[in-house]
């Protein structure tokens, strides 16, 4: 017979622990909050008012259930007052001895069914667990923040947590209107499991100066429709938690992606936390405050006093999606544009296919017929590469094939005028390996584009050492005429965006593999719990396996970092012919 829940003790009262409050006492149930001190009940109650103000300023709450759900709560300084709750959750800060020092403390008053749960992000509940003469009865319990809004609870079961429990909890946590994962005992769960590596490797790229700390958060959002940026996210995580959570991961997996930036130690020793201090990787404008202020590292709304080349013809090579949504987007903005390929019938079909992108644009209203005629006039088929001859700009846009690459820049070196700008949209291969096909290794950038071109706002401008700073200033000021947000990096595998986004996708496959959690529950869990757009699975099904692994396997081969290389499923789904959705299978099969 399943356990009756109605009164539940929370031990903490600091932000994680007054949104576990407000979500219980808003479904009806009775809370009983212990903190240390009577500052911290002060400063939880604050939060709670604060909170629940919020909510009845925006009416997601009447002013009389708000009035209601204080009158469920009730404070203390003493344990002891917990004796008749069939629940408790803990959340204080992540020590684990003072979580096994809490835990062993509860036992003695608890009810023997009670269940005592701790909201810990990455610690091991069985080593709290095993601190009670009830470790059946120990469960995780991790709601995220803001706990409530987010809907994912992580439900964590050790080896011997008793199966009746887990069915109450994940029954308990459904009555709260969340969506329960049930997950082993592993540190970081997975969530932070799949975050923070993220996020550690997002700081390393900022500590080798590799790109800004905007830059860094701006591919991400725009890259990949990230609600925060990674720098942005950990200051409102608080870099103390982000280094406690991933060292305890590191010292459970010994994995090196896992071993937390020394830029993040040497912060937190200089008092830079986040928000809650009002300086992190960005300073805001008090602490606790959401508002970024300007500081020294705040880069200049003015443009490089560095003199940007004129560009008003450009050439673009290819005939697929990414190269007609690059003709399209720079025709639009009043570029003429000469479109090569191979025969005179593909560049006619690949014209064909932006004159179909315009009407659909003209058909929902989003352009008007003159502007799409006006569009269409400025694109010029072309087959040999000599008719490139009078282009400032050629981008180049073909297969992902270092060999083919490079014998296109060798035919534009030959034919392009002196000073044209020579640009290729790789998402990974070596920037200075197709420069160094010409003989103006100056002239050669990156410029990569995201599909759909004609709506992804994010361009990556990738400088190599060869790469005249005139030549960054005009792909610079280009991406801002089309209206793209631009970020610079160096010319090193997966640039900003994919050298952050495949090894996290290559760890949830990793996850996948081990039999730690289903695939459903992968993509929920950071879908929910992380805001993300998409989880990885259904992203990596997206993107193509094929696609993924070649990227991966580029990413491994740079930079020879063990926990990059490809997860044996994912080469195994590939050999299978299994490739996403574009052949009805990948890891989902879809109609």
Do not use: W
């Not at 684990?96 to 701790?118: R, T």
């Not at 803001?146 to 011997?160: D, G, I």
Request: charge should be negative; include cysteine.
């Amino acid at each position: 017979m399943a356990r009756e829940i109605n009164t539940v003790g929370v031990v903490g009262f600091g932000t994680m622990g007054a949104g576990i409050v407000e979500v219980l006492a808003r479904t009806g149930l009775t809370v009983k909050v212990v903190e240390v001190d009577a500052a911290g009940v002060e400063r939880g109650l604050g939060h709670l008012e604060h909170s629940t103000k919020r909510a009845v300023s925006r009416e997601k709450l009447t002013a009389d259930e708000a009035a209601a759900l204080h009158d469920r709560v009730s404070t203390s300084l003493d344990l002891h007052t917990l004796a008749d709750c069939d629940l408790v959750v803990e959340a204080v800060p992540e020590s684990i001895g003072l979580k096994a020092e809490i835990f062993k403390a509860l036992d003695e008053i608890l009810e023997p069914e009670a269940i005592i749960a701790s909201n810990t992000s990455s610690l091991s509940i069985t080593e709290i667990g095993v601190a009670t003469k009830r470790p059946g009865k120990v469960v995780g319990l991790h709601f995220f923040n803001p706990t409530q809004v987010l809907k994912l609870v992580e439900v964590v079961r050790t080896v011997v947590t008793e199966p009746d429990v887990i069915t109450d909890v994940v029954a308990f946590t459904e009555r709260l209107g969340k969506s329960p994962v049930v997950i082993g005992d592993r540190a970081g769960f997975i969530a932070n499991a799949l975050l923070f590596p993220y996020l550690n490797h997002a700081v390393k790229m900022l500590e080798s100066k590799y790109a800004t700390r905007e830059d860094l958060d701006a591919a991400m959002r725009y890259g990949c429709g990230y609600p925060m940026g990674p720098l942005a996210l950990l200051d409102l995580i608080g870099l103390d938690t982000a280094y406690e959570i991933l060292d305890t991961m590191y010292h459970q997996s010994r994995n090196r992606l896992h071993s937390p930036a020394p830029l993040l130690k040497q912060m937190i020793t200089a008092g830079l936390l986040g928000r809650k201090t009002g300086r992190g990787f960005y300073t805001y404008d008090g602490p606790d405050s959401p508002t970024v202020v300007r500081d020294a590292l705040t880069p200049s709304e003015v443009d490089s006093a560095t003199q940007a080349r004129d560009v008003q013809r450009v050439g673009v090579i290819g005939t697929g999606t990414m190269a007609t949504g690059i003709v399209e987007v720079f025709a639009k903005r009043g570029y003429d544009v000469v479109l090569r390929a191979r025969s005179l019938d593909k560049a006619e079909k690949a014209i064909g296919a932006v004159r179909k992108s315009l009407e659909r644009a003209v058909s929902k209203g989003k352009l008007s017929e003159q502007d799409r005629d006006a569009t269409l006039q400025r694109i010029s088929p072309a087959v040999e590469f000599v008719e490139l001859a009078d282009c400032d700009l050629v981008v180049e846009a073909v297969a992902e094939e270092i060999g083919i690459k490079k014998e296109v820049f060798a035919a534009l070196d030959e034919v392009c005028k002196p000073g044209a700008v020579l640009a290729t949209t790789t998402s990974s291969l070596p920037v200075i390996e197709v420069a160094a096909a010409t003989s103006r290794p100056a002239d050669v950038v990156g410029l990569h584009f995201f599909n759909p071109a004609q709506v992804m706002k994010l361009v990556e401008v990738v400088e190599t050492i060869s790469t005249g700073a005139d030549v960054v200033a005009t792909a610079r000021k280009i991406c801002l005429d089309l209206g793209k947000h631009p970020v610079h990096c160096g010319d090193v595998a997966g640039f900003i965006v994919n050298a952050l986004l495949f090894p996290y996708l290559n760890d949830a496959v990793k996850m996948l593999e081990a039999h730690y959690a289903e695939a459903d529950d992968i993509d929920n869990a950071m879908k929910v719990g992380c805001g993300l757009p998409m989880g990885p699975f259904a992203l990596l099904d997206v993107v193509g396996l094929d696609v993924s692994l070649a990227i991966q396997r580029t990413l491994y081969n740079e930079f020879r970092e063990p926990g990059f290389a490809p997860a044996p499923l994912l080469e195994h789904l590939v050999t299978a012919g299994r490739l996403g959705r574009k052949t009805g299978k990948g890891f989902r099969d879809y109609s």
